[in-house]
């Protein structure tokens, strides 16, 4: 039987199913431990990870029999992929598992910092009755705008229509004749900063994305225009964004990833007493339901990988 070693938290009935036809070691902390971890995939035919576990450097070269390697998620950001492959080693995202989870937290977090009530909590335990100052706003009515128009950020578009909005997109990766673009108002990365209400990004962190978002393009966006970060950590320019808030230049923001990740230290001072802020712990692809299919989908290609792997 093929080893597989799972080093992050995947659904355990899944994980079952795996060890029917292979030998199997599943500790969801392995990634907390990379000593451990570096032993433990010395003969692993299969690593399954997260976005946490570093697959590159010492812990390659300490997989010499490794084949495969599956990602519990879409992002290979901490994926040496290209040393994967020179190794013969193929890498298999969870591709379209988690695209609804992300789209429902993009429309949820926009829905509440639009309408303000969740600040509401604090002040009402003490006594306090903010009622005609935390009148909010509706989403209907008001424009998408979404920097990348990939899968993810099309299943968002499908909720944000259902709910009245307007959506533009801009992404000069995608050709001016797709047949996405009826969706959406295809425009200039300014033109979507300058008129959208609310504002998600979808793309990941490349050369050209690193702090896509930084103080010249939060200083074109709307002043209370709503800036949501469920795509990758170092697309939006961290303390800009913060000096924003505090200023009161734009209307609020959700950051589900970071440029340091976990967020700690003064990385996470950045954000400390910053209004209109929602922080999140790269959650918003992570519901009970994605789990299931991402960690199906994986144990599914990495068991079909095995079956055929000399």
């Not at 793309?203 to 050209?208: G, H, I, K, Q, S």
């Not at 002043?223 to 795509?231: G, M, R, S, T």
């Not at 939006?236 to 340091?260: C, H, Y």
Request: net charge negative; proline share 4%.
């Amino acid at each position: 039987m093929a080893r597989i070693v799972v080093c992050e938290f995947m659904d355990e009935d899944a994980v079952a199913a795996m060890r029917k036809a292979h030998d199997v070691l599943y500790e969801p902390d392995l990634v907390d431990r990379p000593a451990d971890l570096a032993r433990h995939v010395a003969g692993a035919r299969a690593l399954i990870v997260r976005n946490r576990t570093q697959v590159r450097g010492d812990l390659l070269a300490a997989a010499g029999e490794l084949r495969c390697v599956g990602r519990l998620g879409v992002g290979l950001d901490n994926i040496d992929v290209a040393a994967c492959e020179a190794r013969g080693v193929a890498v298999y995202p969870a591709t379209g598992a988690n695209n609804a989870s992300v789209a429902e937290y993009v429309v949820a977090t926009a829905m509440m910092l639009l309408r303000g009530a969740y600040r509401a909590t604090d002040e009402m335990v003490a006594g306090g009755w903010p009622r005609n100052r935390l009148m909010g706003r509706e989403i209907a009515g008001k424009q998408l705008g979404l920097v990348g128009f990939g899968a993810i950020a099309r299943e968002t578009a499908a909720r944000a229509e259902a709910l009245g909005m307007r959506v533009a997109g801009f992404d000069p990766h995608l050709p001016a004749d797709h047949p996405a673009w009826e969706r959406a108002e295809r425009l200039s990365l300014e033109d979507i900063l300058a008129t959208s209400d609310v504002v998600s990004l979808h793309v990941p962190l490349t050369a050209e994305t690193r702090n896509l978002i930084d103080a010249v393009a939060i200083g074109r966006m709307k002043p209370d225009a709503i800036l949501v970060n469920a795509a990758r950590g170092g697309v939006v320019d961290e303390p800009a964004l913060a000096a924003a808030l505090r200023a009161g230049r734009i209307g609020g923001a959700a950051l589900d990833v970071f440029e340091t990740e976990p967020l700690k230290g003064d990385a996470a001072a950045v954000f400390r007493d910053v209004p209109n802020l929602v922080l999140t712990p790269h959650i918003a692809g992570v519901t009970v339901e994605s789990n299931v299919r991402v960690s199906w989908m994986i144990a599914e290609v990495v068991g079909k990988h095995l079956s055929g792997d000399a």
